[in-house]
């Protein structure tokens, strides 16, 4: 079924008409609410009575990452504090991390936008979702609730791990949907054999996977593995967390619910648009967010897009699986990490600016790993061993407090990572994504 | 008295301590006493040699991690119950010792032990009032 069969649906020059109004109130709205994007439409020469049609709005003027940092925590907000029902917070790329919040609106647009993800991959209203993505902070367990909340079916929430206990739950309740993020599906598929659970047998049908990229080959590894149908979702929490885009039971790419999250792709360098087909960096403009709306916002991810008929119905543009990254972020187990806080923690340690090295790896079926290759120096060298330890505990646990995530330290000698042209290269992704 | 251990951290790979020893060896350099403490995946060697300041330029110029540790190499009366004699006085004294071991000859008919205390000045303090004999630096390179 679908969720929202009239927006979803709705003919192409109706939903640019639909998309055009919205972009006008939205600029206005902005304009009146937030001191910063008055600001930088001033800066930028554009009145909110130039903004028409959504063509416009290559005049508008992007907002990026960095937009985000320097107006930690609410600068960017549009509504005050106290009409705010929900924040979660996302690591930044040092230190501050990204915040954003909802109205009580907003969570009903996320709501409606994760009901129509679930549906798009072919979730029904008598159905079971077993949501093993982390509950939190991270945007990725709530949102699912919500959506299957909205949808009304009956949600298992078990946040992510422990996967005895997701499996004993599967076994026991059949949940015939699965949400979380692709490696932990395989993860649990060697957890299952272990116990002596056929995968095949699972009571899984249908998986929603997203918070990291994956491959197709992992699509079907997964979908072999669990006999089940294995469909992408897309988000960002500054956008709205997952709920941007999914994939229906056809697997041609993401459908964008481009009503209230309106894409663009760019040239990343050149900020021009890219012919429709070709890979650029998506941009998207949340048309009817109001606690913290983005115009024009830099994802960094990397796609394609296609407004070409789908099988299904859906008449949104569809987006590519994330084909790369504008940046040096890298995502570990559903967790954004970039080197650069890596960097800053390790310049904490005594002061010094040891080289290091980032070794992400995924050993067939197991989570990902990330071993962090740190170059000893006269400076923190010390000649008795449990300094030596107690160094790269520390180390360990303030990159963990950091990142959310573990990893392992490993002292190595000087001048063993490998620079080229005297820069050393700092991350190496040994993971087949 | 104190003399000078050099301290270098080694990887746990195959070659390193040789490599190291190597390096020592064609730059003419002696290994008077010498111990590795090691971990899973790195090691700490600890040496005294007969020319420490060469030894770390040396160790420098290689890009290998090397400091400099103040030690105290004590005379030890080679008999049984000579060590615990000195320790005793030690414990007694408040003094402690982080890592020790043995000198690679002896010095004369005592045993030679470095140790690595947590106050040097006053391990040497106590070591002196009891007639605990210590081995200076000159001593060491004379060796």
Redesign the interface.
Known sequence: MIWNEKIETMPLADLKNLQSQRLASLVGYVYKNCPIYKQKLDQAGVATSDIKSIDDITKLPFTTKLDMRDNYPFGLFSRPRTELVEIHVSSGTTGNPTLVGYTRDDIKLWSDVMARCLCCAGAEPDDTIQIAYGYGLFTGGLGFHYGALEMGLTIIPTSSGQTKRQLKIMQDFAPRILACTPSYCLYMAEEAKEMGIDPRQASWKIGIFGAEPWSESMRTEIEQTWNMLATDVYGLSEIIGPGVSQECRHKQGLHIFSDVFYPEIIDPDTGKPVPEGGDGELVITTLTKQGIPLLRYRTRDIVSMTTAPCKCGRTSPRTSKIKGRTDDMIVVRGINVFPSQIEHVLLGIDGTHPHYQIVIDRQAHQLDTVDIMVE???KI?????KK??ALEQKIKKEIEAMLSIGVEV???????IARSEGKAKRVIDKRAL | MKIT?I?V???NRKG?LCDVCSLLGSAGINIRALTI?E?E??G?L?IVVDKPDKAIDMFKKQ?????K?DVVAVEVPDQPGGLARVLKILSDNDVNV??MYGFVEKFSKNALLVF?FDDAIRANKVLAENNIPIVTADDISGL
């Open positions: 000893v120096d006269e060298f010390s000649d008795e061993i030596m330890h490993k002292l190595v000698e000087p001048k063993t | 251990q301290s951290f080694l990887e390193r403490a971990t995946s790195f700490v600890r890009n290998i991690t090397a400091n540790t982080e890592y690595r």
